[in-house]
């Protein structure tokens, strides 16, 4: 993405520029192979096989804690990521973003944050029964979900809020680095627990086979693979522990109603039973 | 034990044929190459009837006649789809016993069992779905949701049936049309079944049955021309046909093995808690894949819950399937034998200590004892592999932490069961369990309006309810 408005640099003062490294666990490190790669003008972290495994053990250990969390306080944490990119929103225009594209991302936070405590009532409920038995079944995450992310700013909210409005965690392989970036500074600003959004910088070409074959990942979103044959492999590699796949036939109209379905491709359904009786 | 005079079903209700063709485009015919299968009375062991093969043209020829089928029956009212439905419905009612006394033949389960709960929840099923059929509007998938097209179902034979009826309601309710292969062990109610189709006059295409082994099966879910694969059977089987789909676009539901955990707490009712556990793991010879096979207790009720359990074992009758006192009936196949044998002597050779009761078994036929071990660890091959049979591993826990842990470490997800009288503690361990079905103070309790599906390695989607329209809905 080109950066309309780089500060220029003077001799009188010289800018201090920002280091582009990962989020993984709330923190921002480099990649553990110390590799980079140059993307407009920024040397960006190269994630490695390594970083994704950290990533997923981070997600993993704080996936209990924020599914665990009340869906009145997730929303709240949601709503505040939208107030801090509201916030910020001059960062993602000087890096070319669209200011209708925030506004459209800074929305579409509002609007998932508003779904933590409804989704469950409108795909769940109790279950009318042939028999003396109190019955309900209630949505759940799925747990830890591994996401390749679409490089637009909008795309790549489009993706994460959905898994982690209900409690999941995740991974998220990014394109457009220096938006992805910026978004975990607001992320990491806000009050996402550390390791809810891990976001993971450089080629996932390289870095997606392993989350796809992970045995400790319980989904797969793959919307913004843009290979069809690097994407079949991937289901495929999912398929050896029957991991859920989002894999959208054409590319999304990120704009658009994203309606239920981003979310409860990411949810279990629990049914419990109980007999009634005295 | 009471003594009982034998109390045999009459199997003169049914009235199987010699020989079964393929049920395409709303008439059998034999397989194009002309291959047959036999399938036996896993009771006796005798030949029940021969079947048709079905190879790749005869596929060809089942997903085409649903494809045709599709354009009409998708552009149904509603309302005339569900009739179609409702008459399906009404047709197994009036024909359940005939169809109970086949199941028990063809499958080895006891008569009271498929009397008394397959025949009834597969006419409930389609009851229940038929209803839907003009609704789905307000089913919550959007103002117009649309059917995928030709489904192509794969179904197991622990409850051949039932399992027909798990696949095919929700699929016509939406308005897809079907080609399913039942399990090459259990095919026949599947094809009396399409004599119930041709009873309710449907049209022709909308059921293809294709009977075969797995090699139908793989065929039929590889085929180009399918939209939606939905597949029961084991989790082995389930990522080949994950991988046989990835890349194509099509929508698949599997329904996988379990490994469920039956957690006993020192608070509950004992004699309740042991009839839960008998039922969660002998229903149906243990052939169930949400079956509690991992029965966790308290530490300080293990004793006497082992003991209640072992007299309760005790009176368990274990025989001919059409008699109407068997509790236990055959084991499905020879092979299926052959895996629970293996695994049982796996348990006692790696350690765990076995129990059955004294219980004369027939001598023809395929039969197993209901088996326990006692003095089983996590890691057992026994507390880890789906058996599919009637054998229980008993593990202990101390803490409801320890057993949460316990009961969630496999990779499956399916099923699980909780006793105990706190509420509370019910609804936090509930809360806890990775599993997609848990029955508090009950156990394998099913009904076609509350959804039924794993977690993890048990699966994706739901059948049942509300939820599982959403399989066959674009």
């Known amino acids: 993405m080109p950066k309309t408005s780089k500060v220029v640099e003077t001799a009188t003062r010289l800018t201090v520029r920002k280091t582009y490294k990962l989020y993984i666990g709330g923190k921002f490190p480099r990649s553990e192979s110390g590799r980079t790669f140059v993307a407009d003008g920024d040397n960006v972290a190269l994630a490695s096989r390594k970083d994704a495994r950290d990533a997923v053990l981070a997600a993993r250990a704080a996936q209990p804690k924020w599914a665990g969390a009340t869906a009145y306080n997730r929303g709240q944490v949601l709503y505040r990521v939208a107030e801090m990119l509201e916030a910020r929103r001059a960062e993602f225009t000087a890096l070319g973003v669209p200011a209708d594209e925030v506004d459209a991302a800074v929305d579409r936070w509002v609007w998932y944050a508003g779904w933590s405590d409804k989704i469950a009532q409108v795909a769940g409920g109790a279950n009318p029964v042939a028999g003396p038995f109190f019955n309900i079944s209630a949505p759940e995450p799925t747990g830890v979900v591994a996401v390749v992310a679409p490089a637009s700013l909008l795309g790549l909210v489009s993706v994460i809020a959905p898994a982690i409005v209900t409690g999941n965690t995740t991974v998220v392989l990014t394109a457009g680095p220096q938006v992805a970036i910026t978004l975990a500074e607001v992320l990491a600003t806000s009050d996402v627990p550390g390791g809810v959004v891990n976001l993971l910088t450089g080629r996932y070409a390289e870095t997606a086979p392993w989350l796809a074959s992970h045995d400790d990942v319980n989904a797969l979103d793959l919307t913004g693979v843009d290979h069809p044959d690097l994407a079949a492999e991937l289901e495929r590699a999912a398929a050896g522990t029957l991991k859920r796949v989002i894999r959208p036939r054409t590319s999304p109209d990120f704009t658009a109603d994203p309606g239920l379905r981003p979310m409860t491709a990411l949810l279990e359904t629990k049914t419990v039973w109980h007999p009634k009786g005295y | ?474």
Not at chain 2, 121 to 138: I, Q, S, T
């Open chain 2, 1 to 474: 034990m009471f003594e009982y005079a034998p109390a045999p079903e009459s199997r003169s209700v049914v009235d199987i044929a010699s020989s079964y063709g393929l049920f395409i485009d709303g008439s059998f015919d034999g397989g194009k190459d002309g291959d047959v299968f036999k399938t036996i009375n896993p009771a006796t062991e005798e030949v029940l009837a021969e079947v048709a093969t079905a190879g790749p043209e005869d596929v060809d020829r089942a997903v085409a006649a649903a494809r045709r089928a599709f354009g009409s029956w998708s552009a149904l009212p509603g309302a005339e789809r569900a009739k179609y439905l409702f008459r399906i419905a009404r047709i197994i009612q009036e024909r359940s016993r005939e169809l109970a006394v086949l199941e028990s033949l063809d499958n080895g389960k006891p008569i009271r069992d498929s009397r008394d709960v397959d025949l009834p929840l597969v006419a409930a099923h389609f009851f229940y779905y038929a209803g839907w059929a003009d609704k789905l509007a307000y089913a919550g998938f959007g103002p117009d949701p649309r059917p995928l097209g030709v489904a192509a179902q794969v179904i197991p034979w622990n409850f051949p049936l039932l399992m027909l009826a798990w696949k095919v309601a929700p699929a016509l309710a939406t308005g897809n049309t079907v080609v399913l292969k039942p399990a090459e062990t259990t095919p026949l109610s599947a094809l009396f079944f399409a004599d119930v189709c041709r009873q309710a006059e449907l049209p022709p295409g909308v059921v293809n049955i294709v009977t075969g082994a797995g090699d139908t099966g793989a065929y039929l879910v590889a085929h180009p021309d399918v939209d939606k694969v939905a597949f029961t059977g084991s989790t082995e089987v389930g990522r080949e046909i994950a991988r046989t789909v990835s890349g194509t676009g099509k929508r698949l539901t599997l329904e996988l093995g379990g490994k469920a955990a039956n957690i006993v707490f020192d608070d509950a009712p004992i004699d309740q808690a042991v009839e839960g556990i008998v039922n969660g793991i002998f229903f149906n010879q243990g052939h169930v894949c949400c079956a509690g096979s991992r029965l966790l207790v308290q530490e300080s009720l293990f004793e006497p819950l082992i003991d209640s359990l072992k007299r309760r074992m005790a009176t368990l009758r274990v025989g001919d399937p059409l008699d109407k006192n068997t509790d236990i009936g055959a084991i499905n196949s020879a092979a299926q034998l052959a895996r629970i044998r293996e695994l049982s002597e796996i348990g006692a050779s790696e350690g765990a200590e076995r129990w059955s009761p004294e219980c004369p078994l027939p001598d023809r036929g395929f039969w197993f004892a209901p088996t326990i071990f006692t003095g089983v660890t996590q890691a057992h091959r026994i507390a880890r592999e789906e058996i599919f049979g009637p054998v229980l591993s008993v593990l202990t826990f101390r803490t409801p932490d320890e057993a949460v842990a316990k009961a969630n470490n496999t990779p499956y997800g399916l099923s699980a069961g909780v006793w105990t009288e706190k509420g509370s503690r019910i609804l936090a361990v509930a809360d806890r369990l990775r599993a997609g079905v848990v029955w508090a103070n009950t156990f394998n309790k099913f009904d076609p309006a509350s959804p039924f599906g794993g977690y993890k390695e048990s699966g994706y989607g739901r059948e049942g309810g509300r939820h599982g329209l959403e399989a066959y809905l674009a």
